[in-house]
C-alpha cells in the first residue's frame, strides 16, 4: 500500500496529464447545487471513478466528477458532486480531494452545501456564508498519523473561512442584492435529518445551521495552508416544531431554485479573487 503522499501524487499525476490548466480557485458544489457547473465553459471533464485513489460519489443528485474551465473567464476546477461520511467514506477520504487539490495548485477553496437551518431569522432559500464552524458531531478528517508534508500536527482553527473572501463576498452580495446571513455551520454525520431535540441542542450552542458535509473539508484545506470560503444554501427549518418532516426530495428542491443566486455570486466572487 503507497503512502498518502504517493496517493496524492498519483491522482495529481493523472489529472494533470488530462488537463494542462493552472487554476488557483477550487469549487465543491454541494447537494442540489451542481447546476453552477453549466455556466463553467466546460475544458476538461474527469469521471471521479478514472481518477486513481478517488472515492466514488454514490448519493442521487451528485454527478461525480472533476470540471477543468472558465466561470465568468476565471479558470477554475469544480467538483461536481462530494464525498459524505454518511456514505460509509472515511473522514479522510471524504476530503481527500481537496488535498489532490492543494497538490495541483489550488490556493482558494469555496464551498457550497445544503443544510438546515435553526436560527429564526433564516427562510428556506436564505443564502448563509459561514463564518465559524462546530465540528465536534463529526470524526476529524485529520485524526491519525500526521503527514508534515501536508500541514502541522496540532493546526489553529480560530480562523477557518478567509476574512478577506468574507468581506469580498459580503460587499457582491450587496451588489447584487442576495440579502446573505453570515452564521455558524454544525457539521454532523447524518444520514438521519436531526430530531427536534438535536435542532434545539443545535441552537443552543451557537450553531445557525446544520449539514452533513463542508466542515471535514474545510479542516483539510486550513491545516494545507488553503484559503477557503464556504457557503450553506438554507432547504429546510429544523426548529419548526409543527408537522416538520424533512425528506432528501425537499432538500434537492429547496437547493435547486437558491442556486441561480449561488450562482451570481460565485461569478462575481471568481473575477474578484483572480484580480
Ligand atoms: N440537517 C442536516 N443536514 C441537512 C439538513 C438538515 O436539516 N438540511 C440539509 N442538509
Known amino acids: 500500500m503507497s503512502s498518502l503522499i504517493e496517493q496524492l501524487n498519483e491522482s495529481a499525476k493523472y489529472i494533470q496529464s488530462a488537463s494542462?490548466?493552472?487554476?488557483?480557485?477550487?469549487?465543491?458544489?454541494g447537494s442540489g447545487l451542481g447546476n453552477l457547473a453549466t455556466e463553467i465553459e466546460v475544458e476538461q471533464s474527469i469521471?471521479?471513478?478514472?481518477?486513481?485513489?478517488?472515492?466514488?460519489?454514490?448519493?442521487?443528485?451528485?454527478?461525480?466528477?472533476?470540471i477543468f474551465g472558465k466561470l465568468n473567464g476565471v479558470t477554475v476546477l469544480a467538483m461536481?458532486?462530494?464525498?459524505?461520511?454518511?456514505?460509509?467514506?472515511?473522514?479522510?477520504?471524504?476530503?481527500?480531494?481537496?488535498?489532490?487539490?492543494?497538490?495541483?495548485?489550488?490556493?482558494?477553496?469555496?464551498?457550497?452545501?445544503?443544510?438546515?437551518?435553526?436560527?429564526?431569522?433564516?427562510?428556506?432559500?436564505?443564502?448563509?456564508?459561514?463564518?465559524?464552524?462546530?465540528s465536534f458531531f463529526t470524526h476529524n478528517p485529520l485524526i491519525g498519523k500526521n503527514e508534515k508534508g501536508l500541514g502541522v500536527r496540532f493546526p489553529d482553527m480560530s480562523e477557518p473561512y478567509d476574512k478577506k473572501i468574507i468581506t469580498l463576498a459580503k460587499s457582491i452580495g450587496e451588489k447584487l442584492q442576495l440579502h446573505l446571513h453570515e452564521g455558524v455551520y454544525t457539521a454532523v454525520t447524518g444520514p438521519t435529518f436531526e430530531t427536534h431535540a438535536e435542532y434545539r441542542l443545535i441552537k443552543?450552542?451557537?450553531?445557525?445551521?446544520?449539514?452533513?458535509?463542508?466542515?471535514?473539508?474545510?479542516?483539510?484545506?486550513?491545516?494545507?495552508g488553503m484559503k477557503?470560503?464556504?457557503?450553506?444554501?438554507?432547504?429546510d427549518l429544523g426548529i419548526r416544531e409543527d408537522n416538520n418532516v424533512i425528506t432528501h426530495e425537499e432538500v434537492l428542491e429547496a437547493a435547486n431554485a437558491a442556486e441561480p443566486k449561488l450562482t451570481s455570486l460565485f461569478k462575481e466572487l471568481v473575477v474578484a479573487l483572480n484580480n
Do not use: C, W
Not at 477557503?228 to 432547504?235: D, E, H, K, N, R
Open 204 to 224: 443552543a450552542i451557537g450553531g445557525d445551521v446544520v449539514g452533513m458535509s463542508t466542515v471535514q473539508e474545510t479542516i483539510v484545506a486550513v491545516h494545507a
Open 80 to 134: 461536481a458532486g462530494r464525498f459524505h461520511f454518511y456514505e460509509g467514506y472515511t473522514s479522510a477520504q471524504v476530503s481527500y480531494p481537496i488535498r489532490v487539490m492543494k497538490f495541483l495548485g489550488i490556493e482558494t477553496i469555496l464551498l457550497s452545501n445544503a443544510a438546515g437551518s435553526v436560527n429564526p431569522d433564516y427562510k428556506v432559500g436564505d443564502l448563509m456564508i459561514i463564518n465559524d464552524h462546530i
Open 228 to 235: 477557503v470560503f464556504a457557503i450553506s444554501v438554507v432547504t
Open 20 to 29: 494542462t490548466a493552472n487554476p488557483k480557485i477550487g469549487i465543491v458544489l
Open 47 to 66: 469521471p471521479y471513478s478514472d481518477i486513481p485513489h478517488f472515492p466514488v460519489s454514490t448519493v442521487e443528485g451528485h454527478s461525480g466528477k472533476l
